[in-house]
């Protein structure tokens, strides 16, 4: 098993910055990928960023090109999710993931953490 915590997230003001962070812990060497998901309320949960634990591959969404920036440190076993230019349309319970296949489905991540909540203000 894969735990995950989730942490950073806030209240914001429209154009404002946040980093979340993930510390993983546990089967760490069985997710070689890891990512970040994102559910708004009335709305499906979608994919953000993911990140290849060995290669360091990236993948984004549209909606986070540009202004987020996924990224993770191996030897604490914590990923991270820098994002940038925040908009209200970012509020959503962040949550991380880890699993096998970089994938924006969310069938392909076996471990979610709690979540963390980013509320951007206009």
């Known amino acids: 098993q894969v735990q995950l915590v989730e942490s950073g997230g806030g209240l914001v003001q429209a154009g404002g910055s946040l980093r979340l962070s993930c510390a993983a812990s546990?089967?760490?060497?069985?997710?070689?990928?890891m990512g970040w998901f994102r559910q708004a309320p009335g709305k499906e949960r979608e994919f953000v960023a993911g990140?290849?634990?060995?290669?360091?591959?990236?993948y984004y969404a549209d909606s986070a090109k540009g202004r987020f920036t996924i990224s993770i440190d191996n030897a604490k076993n914590t990923l991270y999710l820098q994002m940038n230019s925040l908009e209200p349309e970012d509020t959503a319970m962040y949550y991380c993931?880890?699993?096998?296949?970089?994938?924006?489905?969310?069938?392909?991540?076996?471990?979610w953490g709690q979540g963390t909540q980013v509320t951007v203000s206009s």
């Open positions: 546990g089967r760490t060497f069985s997710s070689y990928v």
């Open positions: 993931v880890g699993g096998v296949i970089m994938s924006p489905s969310r069938a392909a991540y076996n471990y």
């Open positions: 990140i290849g634990r060995i290669d360091s591959r990236t």
